[in-house]
């Protein structure tokens, strides 16, 4: 890829256009070249580092540029001169909705620390499997691939997911609530996917009304409004591991 394609890999329409992102940083460059041990698809992956960075190992193809253009390629305010380009593989959705793993839904989530932070908790935890609906942050985000330190790599996602589509493909859908059977109740485990609302916005009631969900609550002192998304995400993940 030419270096002027490059530059505009932070841009969500470039990166659909030349299918490929963009990461930053030694932690998730390293990160990538242990998952590419296992997953043939990051191979194709190239690394850049910058003439003063220190040489690394790696079977990745590997390229020196100059700080100048390191500058252009990196968004944080401290770069650390390594950066990498790993082409977008979309995850395949089961056959007949049949899926081992358990299912995570997040209704238009739109802040992109949430998105990391949660992908980094599945990851944690494994077993499970991340549905973003339609008009969620970007998954290739820069900020949401810093928070996620290469979660998003062992968690399988599907993007621009159509919420009125999972009555098809789940018999059993549970909620978070405000109201509801708490999430400590043995019952909740027992569903094939778990829906969670905007940070923001919670679910709309057309949703609620759309499609048949359970709701379940995370006991607490409600001192306060509600919990973060990626603490109730966090939480909910522990139970059903736990």
């Known amino acids: 890829m ?28 390293l990160e990538l070249i242990k998952a590419a041990e296992i997953r043939a698809d990051l191979r194709a992956s190239t690394i850049y580092i910058s ?42 959705t089961p056959v007949d909705g049949q899926t081992r793993e358990t299912t995570i839904c ?32 970007d998954l290739y985000n820069g900020k949401v691939l810093r928070a996620s330190l290469g979660a998003h790599w062992h968690v399988p996602i599907e993007t621009e997911v159509k919420v009125a589509s999972l009555p098809a493909r789940f018999s059993k859908i549970a909620r978070l609530d405000m109201h509801g059977k708490s999430t400590r109740d043995e019952s909740f485990r027992d569903f094939d996917c778990y829906l969670f609302g905007n940070e923001a916005r919670g679910l709309p009631r057309s949703v609620i009304d759309g499609v048949p969900t359970t709701p379940f609550t995370i006991t607490g002192l409600r001192t306060i409004e509600s919990l973060n998304l990626a603490s109730a995400v966090n939480v909910c993940a522990y139970e059903l591991r736990r």
């Open 51 to 92: 003439e003063d960075h220190a040489p690394i190992e790696s079977s990745l193809a590997i390229q020196v540029i100059s700080n100048k253009q390191m500058a252009e390629l990196t968004e944080t305010d401290s770069p650390q001169g390594i950066v990498a380009l790993v082409p977008i593989v979309p995850t395949t």
């Open 2 to 29: 030419k270096f002027d394609e490059l530059k505009k890999l932070h841009q969500k329409k470039y990166r659909e256009q030349f299918g490929h992102y963009l990461i930053e940083g030694e932690h998730l460059v």
């Open 106 to 137: 997040l209704y238009e989530i739109q802040d992109p620390g949430n998105l990391g932070t949660i992908l980094r908790s599945l990851a944690w935890f494994g077993g499970f499997r991340c549905l973003l609906t339609t008009n969620s942050v």
